[in-house]
């Protein structure tokens, strides 16, 4: 059974830090990238960063660029999403997810378009203003 168990969510004030936590079980370790998605109330789902286990390619939004940083543990089988700089427009459900495609080079830029096989429960994150 494909488990993908998200934890660290919380609320924190404007400019404080957060680190998610997507602990993944049943899937064969290289065959999946493993990304984060957010959404928020009334808006549609916007891909925040994705790391390809096989090479190590790394996909960020415009929007998380230089503010978040994916990482994976292979002992622990677990992605982290470290969050720094919060801003309230970060606020939203996020997600951690497998997808068997991944990050992939389209013009020589790292693209992610997040169709992924399995999704994690999801977690909570707000920013106070």
């Known amino acids: 059974e494909v488990q993908l168990q998200a934890s660290g969510g919380g609320l924190v004030q404007t400019g404080g830090s957060l680190r998610l936590s997507c602990e993944v079980s049943?899937?064969?370790?290289?065959?999946?990238?493993i990304g984060w998605f957010r959404q928020a109330p009334g808006k549609g789902r916007e891909g925040v960063a994705c790391i390809n286990r096989s090479d190590g390619r790394l996909y960020y939004a415009p929007s998380a660029k230089g503010r978040f940083t994916i990482s994976y543990d292979s002992a622990k089988n677990t992605v982290y999403l470290q969050m720094n700089s919060l801003k309230p427009e970060d606020t939203a459900v996020y997600y951690c997810?497998?997808?068997?495609?991944?990050?992939?080079?389209?013009?020589?830029?790292?693209?992610?378009?997040?169709?992924?096989?399995?999704r994690g429960q999801g977690t909570q994150v707000t920013v106070s203003s």
């Open positions: 049943g899937l064969t370790f290289d065959s999946y990238a």
């Open positions: 997810a497998a997808d068997p495609r991944g990050v992939v080079d389209v013009a020589g830029s790292p693209v992610w378009y997040y169709e992924y096989d399995y």
